[in-house]
């Protein structure tokens, strides 16, 4: 496996371009199923997560055709997805097992095409993840739902029925799921408690594009009005928010200054206000965020991870590792998974100084300097979070494990050496 070395101590300064964002990019893909015409998305970034989903649509019979694109300063995907017929409605272990996201196509091939096999995700390093929102919502819409060696085999008769529906947590993954489901269906579906994420109200935005009837985009009750069918479209999806942030914790984290592109700061208030309160300067545009923390003394600041519009988990890791070279104690409380502090004993290892009070908990103290060594990524956002400190560190980290950081983070140590990082990539034959 790769692994990732940074001598530590470099301030970045430059721009950073920000990639379309990978969580709007999972589910609008999945989006495409619901028509038989082509659907064609442009600013998906290149991860290894798009090609994990797009070898799933393949094997359900997708056509996809992709095309290199240069968009607003910057190399992206145009991929058009047509699926006139599937050719499998089952979406095996192996494909899932890879990407939790596939999880996506459940609710478009029910609602299209009647049935479907999905091979159930399980947990993961942050916690359990379960689908139940997700399979009872879609009962009481009137699938028939059986669990069944490992998989989730749903049927419906004809069309899934309109249903008012109440989720008993925000999840971004159900509301997904539902709203794909209920375009298609006879009636109107009320979901309560809705995510109210910005990658929810983009894939809002393709489905009414596509024909669908959905209003309380941004809110938390969405109201779906079925129709019969769904058209072809072309849609730009938004860019991520979430590695807009951790490019912001870059430049905060080196005392340097990054510019970042393509980056809305709408979709950023928390993270943002918390780095002001740090002592962080922050300038915006509709478009680009500036990030200074030149010459700053930096001081620790609480977080709590919450549902949009709340600081999201996302960030968590990223921030802790901020908050342990930032002055005085910061506390930090993880509300939505219930085993995300695994890169605190790597951050240990490098010097720094975290309690952790149960599995929620964990109280930083900044300490004046961290030190380079071997650690191991656990997730995705773990992976930057090691990054991060690798950059401040005084020597060389070198982080295991990288092929997290593929999944989430469009070309890592090519935006991050533009800006005049000491990193690169060891490559596992190397
Ligand atoms: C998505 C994001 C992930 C992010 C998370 C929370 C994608 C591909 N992933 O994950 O990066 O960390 O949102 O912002 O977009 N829950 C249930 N039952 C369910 C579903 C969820 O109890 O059926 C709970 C979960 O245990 C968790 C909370 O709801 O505590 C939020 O989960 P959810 O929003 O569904 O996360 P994902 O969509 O999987």
């Given at each position: 496996?790769?692994?990732?070395?940074?001598?530590?101590?470099?301030?970045?300064?430059?721009?950073?371009?920000?990639?379309?964002?990978?969580?709007?990019?999972?589910?609008?893909?999945?989006?495409?199923?619901?028509?038989?015409?082509?659907?064609?998305?442009?600013?998906?970034?290149?991860l290894s997560?798009?090609?994990?989903?797009?070898?799933?649509?393949?094997?359900?019979?997708?056509?996809?055709?992709?095309?290199?694109?240069?968009?607003?300063?910057?190399?992206?995907?145009?991929?058009?997805?047509?699926?006139?017929?599937?050719?499998?409605?089952?979406?095996?272990?192996?494909?899932?097992?890879?990407?939790?996201?596939?999880?996506?196509?459940?609710?478009?091939?029910?609602?299209?095409?009647?049935?479907?096999?999905?091979?159930?995700?399980?947990?993961?390093?942050?916690?359990?993840?379960?689908?139940?929102?997700?399979?009872?919502?879609?009962?009481?819409?009137?699938?028939?739902?059986?669990?069944?060696?490992?998989?989730?085999?749903?049927?419906?008769?004809?069309?899934?029925?309109?249903?008012?529906?109440?989720?008993?947590?925000?999840?971004?993954?159900?509301?997904?799921?539902?709203?794909?489901?209920?375009?298609?269906?006879?009636?109107?579906?009320?979901?309560?408690?809705?995510?109210?994420?910005?990658?929810?109200?983009?894939?809002?935005?393709?489905?009414?594009?596509?024909?669908?009837?959905?209003?309380?985009?941004?809110?938390?009750?969405?109201?779906?009005?079925?129709?019969?069918?769904?058209?072809?479209?072309?849609?730009?999806?938004?860019?991520?928010?979430?590695?807009?942030?951790?490019?912001?914790?870059?430049?905060?984290?080196?005392?340097?200054?990054?510019?970042?592109?393509?980056?809305?700061?709408?979709?950023?208030?928390?993270?943002?206000?918390?780095?002001?309160?740090?002592?962080?300067?922050?300038?915006?545009?509709?478009?680009?965020?500036?990030?200074?923390?030149?010459?700053?003394?930096?001081?620790?600041?609480?977080?709590?991870?919450?549902?949009?519009?709340?600081?999201?988990?996302?960030?968590?890791?990223?921030?802790?590792?901020?908050?342990?070279?930032?002055?005085?104690?910061?506390?930090?409380?993880?509300?939505?998974?219930?085993?995300?502090?695994?890169?605190?004993?790597?951050?240990?290892?490098?010097?720094?100084?975290?309690?952790?009070?149960?599995?929620?908990?964990?109280?930083?103290?900044?300490?004046?300097?961290?030190?380079?060594?071997?650690?191991?990524?656990?997730?995705?956002?773990?992976?930057?979070?090691?990054?991060?400190?690798?950059?401040?560190?005084?020597?060389?980290?070198?982080?295991?494990?990288v092929y997290?950081l593929d999944r989430?983070y469009?070309?890592?140590?090519?935006?991050?050496?533009?800006?005049?990082?000491?990193?690169?990539?060891?490559?596992?034959?190397?």
């Amino acid at each position: 496996m790769d692994k990732i070395k940074i001598i530590g101590g470099n301030p970045l300064f430059g721009k950073i371009y920000v990639s379309g964002a990978k969580n709007t990019a999972l589910p609008i893909i999945c989006a495409s199923l619901l028509t038989d015409e082509p659907v064609t998305i442009q600013n998906i970034p290149f991860l290894s997560d798009i090609t994990s989903l797009n070898n799933l649509l393949l094997q359900i019979g997708t056509k996809i055709d992709i095309k290199e694109e240069e968009l607003n300063g910057h190399l992206t995907q145009t991929i058009t997805y047509h699926t006139p017929q599937p050719t499998s409605l089952i979406a095996p272990y192996d494909y899932v097992r890879k990407m939790r996201a596939s999880y996506y196509v459940l609710g478009p091939l029910l609602a299209k095409y009647r049935h479907v096999e999905l091979s159930l995700p399980g947990g993961c390093a942050i916690g359990a993840r379960p689908m139940d929102i997700h399979l009872t919502s879609l009962e009481q819409m009137g699938a028939k739902i059986e669990i069944k060696n490992g998989y989730v085999i749903a049927d419906i008769d004809e069309r899934l029925k309109g249903a008012q529906i109440s989720f008993h947590s925000a999840s971004v993954g159900a509301t997904c799921n539902i709203l794909m489901a209920a375009s298609l269906a006879e009636g109107t579906t009320v979901i309560e408690n809705a995510a109210k994420e910005p990658e929810i109200s983009d894939l809002i935005d393709i489905l009414n594009a596509m024909g669908a009837e959905i209003e309380g985009a941004g809110t938390s009750t969405l109201t779906i009005h079925g129709v019969e069918k769904l058209h072809g479209v072309t849609h730009k999806i938004i860019n991520d928010r979430i590695e807009a942030g951790s490019y912001a914790v870059a430049a905060a984290i080196t005392k340097g200054r990054l510019e970042l592109i393509n980056a809305n700061p709408e979709h950023l208030h928390n993270p943002l206000d918390i780095l002001r309160n740090m002592g962080v300067s922050i300038e915006t545009t509709p478009n680009s965020i500036i990030v200074d923390a030149q010459n700053r003394t930096l001081i620790g600041q609480d977080i709590y991870t919450d549902y949009y519009p709340g600081f999201p988990t996302d960030l968590q890791a990223q921030f802790m590792a901020l908050m342990c070279v930032s002055q005085g104690a910061s506390m930090v409380t993880e509300s939505i998974w219930e085993n995300r502090f695994m890169h605190v004993p790597e951050l240990m290892r490098m010097g720094a100084n975290i309690n952790v009070h149960g599995h929620a908990s964990a109280i930083v103290r900044g300490v004046d300097k961290l030190s380079g060594a071997p650690v191991m990524s656990t997730d995705l956002r773990a992976s930057f979070a090691l990054i991060l400190a690798g950059l401040v560190a005084e020597g060389e980290t070198v982080v295991n494990r990288v092929y997290h950081l593929d999944r989430g983070y469009e070309k890592i140590e090519e935006k991050f050496r533009s800006v005049g990082a000491n990193i690169q990539r060891i490559k596992e034959s190397d």
